[in-house]
């Protein structure tokens, strides 16, 4: 069995960003289908990607999974990576996992080493887009619940984003986070998001402020380029912290675990590399005793179905990512996504990664370009 075609399809989701699927062909007419990870702007680049590296792909045997990319990153990337060409490989070694599932009539977490649960506990986030006074999010929070989530995610802090903030914003969000909290009650699980903006001092200050609200944990408190900024925060916060989504590869993860920088790491199958590399990142971290919880800012579809396999199949894994606005057009796209039930996802049982894909629903809302937006101006900046 050869790979014969490797096209994309940039998908128009109407909210924040478009997805960007890979479908891999075969000789014997077995099928795969995988998912880029993108971001607003980027996402034409991601595709550009997909289509220059699907020429090393086609002719090849699927089974081969990690020689291609192995030889991808050598030959083709020459060892210098980047953010579109690792979201692209992430895509297609998905399609190929998918291909080998179908091939050999076994779900991709069988063929990993089998699972080590039979459910994938999830987060819900999204949910808390536009929302600015504390009442407005906790409403939102009470509506997350009733759709069966014991765990949500949401970034508290006013824009525009600052490294350095003032107590005004530190107290909004401290505002924010105490009314979700009387909202969803003790035992919903908040997870505080921060997006790489501040400054150890802030971060440290912030997250201490935030503790007595029992945060389950506090996601990338600066950037992870600067490893030992985090891991200082990491020493002086009382909140588990979290940095992965912006690092590729475990080589990428190597010096975030030789420094002690993070409690848990979430590295996204949709750009760290693929299935097998998230499992291997997490394999990485089990002998630091440090938990694995998978980013997925991509789709319901099939990032999530990827994020699902690998997570199976770590005993080190703790939770995963949904995002909850996606979800009607998930399900129109694949009438068998996975979806979660009472904050959990049953893991599938069909060969590959579970599940079918609409082609004609892809046709029918093609990616868009977004409009452009306005960065900041210096006489904007603050004191």
């Not at 014969?4 to 000789?27: M, Q």
């Not at 099939?302 to 909850?324: D, G, K, R």
Request: net charge neutral.
């Amino acid at each position: 069995m050869k790979v014969t075609s490797v096209k994309h399809f940039i998908v128009d989701t109407g909210w924040r960003k478009n997805w960007v699927f890979v479908k891999v062909e075969t000789s014997e007419g077995i099928t795969g289908w995988g998912e880029a990870y993108t971001q607003y702007d980027r996402d034409t680049a991601v595709a550009a990607q997909v289509t220059e590296l699907a020429r090393y792909l086609v002719g090849r045997d699927p089974f081969l999974i990690k020689h291609f990319t192995q030889a991808a990153f050598d030959d083709y990337a020459q060892r210098r990576g980047s953010l579109e060409f690792f979201c692209a490989l992430s895509g297609m070694e998905a399609a190929l996992w998918d291909i080998v599932g179908k091939a050999t009539g076994q779900p991709v977490y069988n063929l990993l080493g089998g699972p080590v649960r039979d459910k994938i506990r999830v987060y819900a986030n999204g949910w808390s887009y536009h929302m600015e006074q504390p009442a407005d999010y906790a409403r939102a929070a009470e509506a997350v619940l009733e759709k069966g989530f014991t765990a949500i995610k949401f970034d508290p802090l006013p824009i525009p984003w600052r490294t350095y903030i003032p107590k005004e914003h530190e107290q909004h969000a401290y505002d924010v986070v105490k009314a979700v909290r009387q909202a969803v009650g003790p035992k919903t699980d908040i997870l505080i998001e921060a997006h790489r903006r501040l400054a150890p001092m802030h971060s440290i200050r912030y997250s201490n402020r935030l503790a007595e609200f029992e945060p389950y944990w506090f996601e990338e408190p600066c950037q992870a380029e600067n490893l030992s900024a985090m891991a200082d925060i990491r020493r002086r916060t009382r909140i588990p912290v979290v940095t992965g989504e912006a690092i590729y590869t475990k080589a990428g993860f190597r010096p975030v675990l030789e420094q002690q920088a993070a409690d848990i790491l979430n590295p996204d199958v949709a750009n760290c590399g693929g299935i097998l590399e998230l499992k291997e990142i997490a394999a990485m971290a089990e002998p630091f005793f440090v938990a694995v919880s998978p980013h997925n800012y991509n789709s319901t579809v099939l990032a999530l179905a990827a994020t699902v396999h690998a997570a199976a199949t770590m005993p080190n894994f703790i939770i995963t990512e949904y995002f909850v606005p996606y979800t009607e057009l998930g399900k129109r796209v694949s009438p068998n996504c996975l979806v979660p039930e009472k904050g959990y996802i049953a893991l599938p049982r069909r060969p590959g990664l579970g599940l079918d894909i609409d082609e004609q629903v892809l046709a029918s809302i093609p990616g868009k370009q977004f409009p452009v937006r306005t960065l900041r101006l210096p006489g904007e900046e603050g004191p």
